[in-house]
Nanobody, 124 residues
């Protein structure tokens, strides 16, 4: 059974940085795409970044491009989201997700497995 466990959230001032981690277990993820999503209060869950586990192809939402970096460590079965130049509008619960596909999917219904989420709060 696939399990995704996020960590690394917290409170940071605008302009600061955080690194989120997602420890994945229960499957071999070579045929998966891993993604990060976020959801702010009263808003829909939105795609942030994705990475093809096998090919390390990365893709981002326009709102975070140039500020966030997604990566993965195969040996640790962990996906990271490095977040720099954080803004108050980045405040949300961040979720790690896995989709059993090689397509670079962006919509949350296309993801099969989800973590419990970690809160990121950016103060102005």
């Amino acid at each position: 059974q696939v399990q995704l466990v996020e960590s690394g959230g917290g409170l940071v001032q605008a302009g600061g940085s955080l690194r989120l981690s997602c420890a994945a277990s229960g499957r071999t993820f070579s045929g998966f795409v891993m993604g990060w999503f976020r959801q702010a209060p009263g808003k829909d869950r939105e795609f942030v970044a994705g990475i093809s586990w096998s090919y390390r192809i990365t893709y981002y939402a326009d709102s975070v491009k140039g500020r966030f970096t997604i990566s993965r460590d195969n040996a640790k079965n962990t996906v990271y989201l490095q977040m720099n130049s954080l803004k108050p509008e980045d405040t949300a619960v961040y979720y790690c997700a896995a989709a059993e596909t090689l397509a670079l999917v962006r919509s949350w219904p296309e993801y099969d497995y989800w973590g419990q989420g970690t809160q990121v709060t950016v103060s102005s």
